[in-house]
């Protein structure tokens, strides 16, 4: 009988590792960086093109490597951290399977070149899918450099998985985000084609927040400390009001690693229960620490996974140390530091004049054509704003939610011809038609009739938006960035405009009408949340109904909110006029009917 089995020459299974540990650049370099820390490195530069697609570059200043361990070190389970059995009971580096390098290298073109300080030279090696073509010394400073040219190019089914130069660029920077705050100690920069992408200085944790997330984020961030039963947390939590619309902005990390875990995000989730809304996520940075034998990281290739040894002491020593911190509200007593002058921000020249620019355009006047516009619209037609005379400029106070535009000349229809009963709990409108009763939930309702409405705009070209009098900044992730900037045009088309204002910062230029008197910060977030999962043009329009009524629910007032006649007239001929199911854009019943011969049971009348 022929021989069927037979074993894989090491060129193959370390393209199979590479499958399960490199997925695309952003892990490439979550792999090369952490070997760079677990080297002791301080300052790790990283410079990607293409997104990392053409080339991915890592400098560091570690502890390098020798000849022999350079070349060695590209083995397959070749690891200079663990030595035995025993050693996987307590590791303390990031690293430890010995996978990393020749995976990379197996699909790829790639150069290592790495220099002790001891020694006078580097070594360079070359090697082209797994194989090495080249070794030989080098000048270099001492540290190591390894560069990752076409990733994948051995690989077309892997390659057909990359999306955009920009995603893939948007996943290194959040990648990189994660390692720098785990990091304060260390200074971190990227570029990616030449540009400016990410750089941390080496300071301190709440530094380095403010740096990652933006200095409105930091400012509402808490210091929390705490340890028992042998696990100690450390690290800000926001303040309710701080949340978003997905778990993005939690970073949370288990000895110094970053991590994904269940346990620990129910943990977090059931400590907010009762001070966030549901569908809501605060922003944290929690570093949990704990005997490594009490944790294994070894469940994964990409080690995202842990398995705790005492799952339910890590949840509650957790859930209880945050419990005990927002139970102090300390974001309610907070006075801000005496050497703050109050209320004196420091505007730029350049935000001053976007201001001018901004608000000349609210008034009617062209934009200066050479405004900076970093999010061109190209083939989208420019969103009608209404003209200067009924264009209200938004300061962001009056409340216009409840007041749908007049439309005299609508036919009277089923909600209009309701008689008023009144206001129930400042919730619910109840009216009168013959014999019903018929209770309207005002909010589902005016989220509704707004629904409609953006729905219409969106069909007739795009919906209609407002130029802010005083545009908001906003400090966004990088995959929200490149999000914001591949479907610029299409967010131009439910009336958001976002300017690049420097690093990660955006200004808000205008919003969508019916929803600018709430302010934008909230609804950006929620939107670019929604599209950074959506790769193309196609998607966004799959996804347009969801978009529209995130807008719809930020257009109306929720909760119990006293309404005048006049405006219930004016919810009533609104719901008439707009194509009406009843339902909210969610799915929850609009209105309710009871029938006279309802009640006359229940006061037993027949
Ligand atoms: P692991 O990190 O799991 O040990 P890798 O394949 O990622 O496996 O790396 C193999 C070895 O190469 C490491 O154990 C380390 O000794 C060495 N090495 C890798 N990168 C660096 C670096 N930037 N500086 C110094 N040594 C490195
Ligand atoms: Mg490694």
């Known amino acids: 009988m022929a021989q069927r089995i037979a074993i894989l020459p090491e060129i193959i299974t370390n393209k199979i590792a590479a499958g399960e540990v490199v997925e695309r650049p952003a892990s490439v370099i979550k792999e090369l960086v952490e070997n760079s820390l677990d080297a002791g490195a301080t300052d790790i530069t990283v410079e990607i093109a293409a997104g990392g697609r053409r080339l991915i570059k890592i400098m560091d200043n570690g502890h390098g490597m020798s000849r022999e361990d350079a070349l060695l070190s590209l083995e397959r389970h070749a690891t200079s951290k663990i030595k035995s059995d025993s050693d996987l009971d307590g590791i303390n580096t990031l690293g430890f399977r010995g996978e990393a390098l020749p995976s990379i290298a197996s699909v790829s073109r790639f150069r290592l070149a790495s220099r002790e300080a001891n020694n006078q030279e580097g070594t360079e090696i070359i090697v082209e899918g797994g194989r090495v073509k080249d070794v030989k010394a080098c000048g270099m400073a001492p540290g190591t450099v390894i560069s990752v040219e076409q990733l994948f190019f051995n690989t077309p089914a892997r390659q057909k998985f990359l999306r955009s130069a920009e995603t893939e660029a948007g996943h290194v920077g959040d990648t990189l985000t994660r390692m720098a705050i785990s990091r304060p100690d260390v200074a971190f920069s990227c570029t990616s084609d030449g540009r400016e992408l990410l750089r941390v200085q080496r300071s301190d944790l709440l530094r380095r927040l403010s740096q990652a997330l933006g200095k409105n984020t930091a400012a509402n961030l808490h210091e929390i400390s705490a340890s028992s039963n042998g696990i100690s947390i450390s690290g800000f939590i926001s303040a309710p009001s701080t949340c978003r619309s997905t778990t993005n902005a939690m970073f949370t990390y288990i000895n110094g690693r970053f991590v994904r875990d269940k346990v620990i995000q129910h943990a977090i989730m059931q400590a907010y229960r009762g001070v966030i809304d549901r569908g809501r996520y605060p922003v944290v940075a929690l570093f949990i620490e704990l005997s490594p034998g009490e944790v294994d990281v070894n469940v994964h290739p990409t080690k995202h996974e842990v398995r705790f040894r005492h799952q339910a002491a890590v949840h509650d020593t957790l859930q209880t140390a945050l419990e005990d911190l927002l139970r102090k509200s300390p974001w309610l007593t907070r006075q801000p530091p005496p050497t703050v002058p109050p209320a004196a921000p420091t505007i730029s020249q350049a935000y001053k004049e976007r201001i001018a620019a901004a608000a000349q355009t609210s008034l009617g006047i062209a934009p200066r054509p050479d405004a900076p516009r970093f999010y061109p619209a190209k083939d989208t037609k420019p969103v009608p704003v209404k003209p200067a005379a009924t264009e209200a400029i938004t300061v962001r106070e009056p409340d216009t939610s409840f007041q749908p535009e007049p439309t005299p000349s609508a036919p009277e229809g089923y909600f209009s011809s309701l008689k008023i009963i009144?206001?129930?709990?400042?919730?619910?409108?109840?009216?009168?038609?013959?014999?019903?009763?018929?209770?309207?939930?005002?909010?589902?309702?005016?989220?509704?009739?707004?629904?409609?409405?953006?729905?219409?705009?969106?069909?007739?070209?795009?919906?209609?938006?407002?130029?802010?009098?005083?545009?908001e900044t906003l400090e966004l992730s990088f995959a929200e960035v490149a999000a914001a900037r591949r479907f610029s045009n299409d967010l131009t088309r439910i009336g958001l405009e976002l300017e690049p204002f420097g690093g990660n910062t955006v200004i808000i230029t205008a919003l969508p009408r019916l929803a600018a008197a709430h302010g934008g910060t909230r609804l950006i977030r929620?939107?670019?949340?929604?599209?950074?999962?959506?790769?193309?043009?196609?998607?966004?329009?799959?996804?347009?109904?969801?978009?529209?009524?995130?807008?719809?629910?930020?257009?109306?007032?929720?909760?119990?909110?006293?309404?005048?006649?006049?405006?219930?007239?004016?919810?009533?001929?609104a719901m008439d006029e707009t194509d009406f199911a009843a339902s909210c854009p969610h799915g929850r019943p609009v209105s309710h009917v009871i029938a006279l011969a309802e009640l006359e049971k229940i006061f037993k009348r027949t």
């Open 422 to 471: 009144g206001q129930f709990h400042a919730e619910y409108i109840l009216c009168q038609s013959e014999n019903e009763m018929v209770i309207i939930d005002q909010h589902a309702a005016s989220e509704r009739v707004a629904y409609q409405r953006l729905r219409q705009q969106f069909e007739n070209n795009a919906v209609e938006s407002q130029r802010l009098l005083f545009p």
């Open 526 to 573: 929620d939107i670019l949340a929604d599209l950074t999962s959506l790769s193309a043009s196609s998607a966004f329009l799959d996804a347009r109904d969801n978009l529209l009524s995130r807008i719809a629910c930020h257009s109306v007032v929720r909760g119990v909110h006293q309404l005048e006649n006049r405006q219930i007239t004016e919810l009533l001929r």
